[in-house]
């Protein structure tokens, strides 16, 4: 059953369309990316996920009820990790249940457990600048987790870390994905990362975007899986189509 | 804390010099290039600093009271006025040019009308401190509301918190960097608006006691008065720096 549905979303700015007719969809637990190169309205097709932003046309369910134009439903990280840097890192994470209306006591009682979960244990007093990227993207994503526990939205989270860095990033991401049965729909210009944490790939392409290709993707489970035959295959194969052969 | 040697050179630096601009000073006077009444020697005007103290910190106190009011009131107002200009995009097409223009109003030339329409007492002190600070805090806080980072908004945009939340959570926090700078610069025109205002009249205060000076010829009372009024304004500023980095305390573990 799908958790998110997006159909028929078209938007433009000053006349000039920037996404057509695009409807996707996630089903819970359901780890799915959306990829295509810069510039194609990904972050258009986001914002409108979120709320952010109202479509021209078409209309936005979550577990059925319609959101489109509403923000505040689903969680929502982006590739800088936007943590406010003059409030603690527990602070930071806790923002969205403060928002919610808890007490701080309260929402510091439910966010101090996840700490060593995320890897943020004995964190919790230091300033963001105090932090690796790495740790400030786990917080980031901590913070998201609090704000919705059933549909997160990430632009390109990772793209801002060193390569090994992201890559550790990745696999504990999945991890923890999995683990608290989140759905999440990220958006990503890199084929390897889409490859590696999907299970299902959206294409997008042309000009207005629109989505060209849907695959089926199964997450490798061995290591190095970047190295193995297979990966090398389905790259090829989807590099071609982002490339429209 | 060890300081390192370069940072310590770097202070010396200016002190070298105002050493030299002093003892050349000295010698000018010493060497009579320069009649006595006019040019009083820096130990003249140390010696009237000593003797005069006790008169003149009864007149820093009414200039200080005058200036922090003056002050307060600026940054209040500025306070209230940049939210709501913040807010409400209307007021701020409507009262940017009109702050703009206080700002080019020349504050000793409106001081006699001030006196003439307010009398001598603290008010029309406080007006004139406030004509001269409003602006740069209003601009300071202006400045700093737009500072906030547009991916933080957007995130507590998206989480549907109300415009106050985002006022307390964001938008101020991310302003005072460019508050303190503001309240560096209003501090000194504050004190200098104090003694301005004062030239005009008044029981009390260092621009009472300069006009008192100045009329009986004791030019090394006055510049020991200019001396004490920088200095006033200099020990602010050092305040208002101190006052930041308390205040601020995540900002030592950012990278310059």
Redesign the interface.
């Given at each position: 059953m799908s958790i998110l549905k997006a159909e028929n979303l078209s938007k433009s700015y000053g006349g000039r369309q920037i996404i057509s007719d695009i409807s996707v969809y996630l089903d819970k637990g359901e780890m799915v990316s959306l990829l295509g190169v810069s510039g194609i309205g990904k972050t258009t097709l986001f914002n409108i996920l979120?709320?952010?932003e109202t479509p021209d046309s078409g209309s936005v369910t979550i577990d059925g009820r319609d959101v489109t134009g509403k923000?505040?439903i689903v969680g929502?990280m982006?590739q800088?990790d936007?943590l406010?840097?003059?409030?603690t890192i527990a602070d930071n994470v806790i923002?969205?249940l403060l928002?919610r209306g808890e007490k701080k006591k309260a929402a510091l009682e439910k966010a101090l457990p996840l700490f060593s979960e995320f890897g943020l244990e004995g964190m919790e007093n230091y300033?963001?600048?105090?932090l690796s990227g790495g740790m400030r993207q786990r917080a980031a994503l901590l913070r998201s987790f609090f704000?919705s526990s059933d549909v997160l939205l990430m632009d390109e989270p990772f793209s801002a870390l060193d390569a090994i860095t992201r890559s550790a990033m990745q696999s504990w991401f999945r991890k923890i994905i999995r683990e608290h049965g989140l759905s999440t729909f990220f958006i990503t210009h890199d084929v390897n990362e889409a490859l590696l944490l999907s299970d299902r790939i959206y294409i997008l392409g042309g000009r207005p975007g629109q989505i060209t290709h849907q695959l089926p993707n199964s997450i490798p489970v061995t290591e190095n899986p970047e190295l193995t035959e297979e990966f090398l295959k389905n790259k090829i194969r989807i590099t071609e189509l982002i490339n429209g052969k | 804390m060890i300081k390192k040697p370069q940072s310590i050179i770097n202070k010396l630096y200016p002190l070298a010099f105002i050493a030299l601009i002093v003892a050349v000073w000295e010698a000018v006077c010493r060497l009579g290039l320069v009649a006595e009444f006019m040019l009083p020697s820096p130990g003249k005007v140390l010696n009237a600093l000593i003797s005069e103290f006790p008169a003149l910190l009864g007149h820093s106190r009414t200039t200080l009271l005058e200036a922090a009011a003056g002050l307060g009131i600026s940054v209040l107002a500025a306070l209230v006025f940049a939210v709501l200009m913040d807010r409400f995009e209307f007021l701020y097409k409507a009262g940017y040019p009109l702050a703009v223009l206080t700002q080019t109003i020349p504050t000793v030339a409106i001081a006699p009308l001030l006196v003439l329409w307010f009398g001598y007492g603290m008010a029309p002190k406080i007006i004139l401190i406030f004509v001269a600070c409003f602006f740069p805090m209003l601009i300071a806080l202006l400045g700093g509301f737009q500072a906030a980072?547009p991916?933080?908004l957007?995130?507590?945009?998206?989480?549907?918190?109300g415009y106050l939340?985002i006022l307390w959570?964001?938008k101020l926090?991310?302003a005072?960097d460019s508050f303190f700078s503001g309240l560096r610069i209003s501090v000194s025109y504050s004190v200098v608006g104090a003694v301005i205002s004062e030239w005009l009249g008044g029981n009390g205060g260092l621009g009472v006691y300069m006009t008192r000076v100045r009329k009986s010829f004791a030019f090394d009372k006055m510049f020991a008065v200019i001396i004490l009024t920088s200095v006033v304004s200099l020990v602010l500023i050092k305040l208002v720096d101190i006052i930041q980095v308390a205040a601020?305390?995540?900002k030592k573990?950012?990278?310059k």
């Amino acid at each position: 059953m799908s958790i998110l549905k997006a159909e028929n979303l078209s938007k433009s700015y000053g006349g000039r369309q920037i996404i057509s007719d695009i409807s996707v969809y996630l089903d819970k637990g359901e780890m799915v990316s959306l990829l295509g190169v810069s510039g194609i309205g990904k972050t258009t097709l986001f914002n409108i996920l979120s709320g952010l932003e109202t479509p021209d046309s078409g209309s936005v369910t979550i577990d059925g009820r319609d959101v489109t134009g509403k923000s505040g439903i689903v969680g929502y990280m982006q590739q800088s990790d936007l943590l406010l840097p003059f409030k603690t890192i527990a602070d930071n994470v806790i923002i969205p249940l403060l928002l919610r209306g808890e007490k701080k006591k309260a929402a510091l009682e439910k966010a101090l457990p996840l700490f060593s979960e995320f890897g943020l244990e004995g964190m919790e007093n230091y300033y963001p600048a105090q932090l690796s990227g790495g740790m400030r993207q786990r917080a980031a994503l901590l913070r998201s987790f609090f704000y919705s526990s059933d549909v997160l939205l990430m632009d390109e989270p990772f793209s801002a870390l060193d390569a090994i860095t992201r890559s550790a990033m990745q696999s504990w991401f999945r991890k923890i994905i999995r683990e608290h049965g989140l759905s999440t729909f990220f958006i990503t210009h890199d084929v390897n990362e889409a490859l590696l944490l999907s299970d299902r790939i959206y294409i997008l392409g042309g000009r207005p975007g629109q989505i060209t290709h849907q695959l089926p993707n199964s997450i490798p489970v061995t290591e190095n899986p970047e190295l193995t035959e297979e990966f090398l295959k389905n790259k090829i194969r989807i590099t071609e189509l982002i490339n429209g052969k | 804390m060890i300081k390192k040697p370069q940072s310590i050179i770097n202070k010396l630096y200016p002190l070298a010099f105002i050493a030299l601009i002093v003892a050349v000073w000295e010698a000018v006077c010493r060497l009579g290039l320069v009649a006595e009444f006019m040019l009083p020697s820096p130990g003249k005007v140390l010696n009237a600093l000593i003797s005069e103290f006790p008169a003149l910190l009864g007149h820093s106190r009414t200039t200080l009271l005058e200036a922090a009011a003056g002050l307060g009131i600026s940054v209040l107002a500025a306070l209230v006025f940049a939210v709501l200009m913040d807010r409400f995009e209307f007021l701020y097409k409507a009262g940017y040019p009109l702050a703009v223009l206080t700002q080019t109003i020349p504050t000793v030339a409106i001081a006699p009308l001030l006196v003439l329409w307010f009398g001598y007492g603290m008010a029309p002190k406080i007006i004139l401190i406030f004509v001269a600070c409003f602006f740069p805090m209003l601009i300071a806080l202006l400045g700093g509301f737009q500072a906030a980072d547009p991916g933080v908004l957007r995130l507590y945009r998206s989480m549907n918190a109300g415009y106050l939340r985002i006022l307390w959570d964001v938008k101020l926090p991310y302003a005072m960097d460019s508050f303190f700078s503001g309240l560096r610069i209003s501090v000194s025109y504050s004190v200098v608006g104090a003694v301005i205002s004062e030239w005009l009249g008044g029981n009390g205060g260092l621009g009472v006691y300069m006009t008192r000076v100045r009329k009986s010829f004791a030019f090394d009372k006055m510049f020991a008065v200019i001396i004490l009024t920088s200095v006033v304004s200099l020990v602010l500023i050092k305040l208002v720096d101190i006052i930041q980095v308390a205040a601020m305390p995540w900002k030592k573990y950012e990278k310059k």
